[in-house]
């Protein structure tokens, strides 16, 4: 195991080991630490919480703000939820991807960028909605998204 996630692991599973529903909470500690949730962390923390893999497994999975890598430099994030979507944030999605050259849940090869979906942003009234970093974008289309990307900085992806 990677020293870094060891050491996350021996400060973080002490707090939350015998706390009731201490699972949550543990992993974004060790979020905020390592930037991620390394799989390799799993059978440790099913362990000390005495659940299974896949208990710990299901719950990283089902909670969209945990990741399995650290992100790149900046994430994107495009809802995919019904206000957005009957606006065209599918077709928005697609020239993301192709813009970036990356799926759902990947980082660009140059660690710029990371995808992600998201489910709603309280701006349905202004769909399609997206959020590059910590700022959320109304009514965004194919142009805007290029000059969003464009203002990063660096020239993203192909
Ligand atoms: S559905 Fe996209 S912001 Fe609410």
Known sequence: MDDRVAE???ASIPRYRDLPGGLLPLLHALQAKLGCVPPEAVPAIASALQLSRAEVHGVISFYHDFRSEPAGAHVLQICRAEACQAMGSRALEAHAKTRLGIDFGETTADGRV???PVYCLGNCACSPSVRLDEEIHARVD?????ALLAGLGEVVGG
Request: proline residues 0%; hydrophobic residues 65%; aromatic residues 0%.
């Open 8 to 10: 996350a692991l021996a």
């Open 114 to 116: 990371t995808l992600e």
């Open 142 to 146: 194919a142009a805007r998204l290029d």
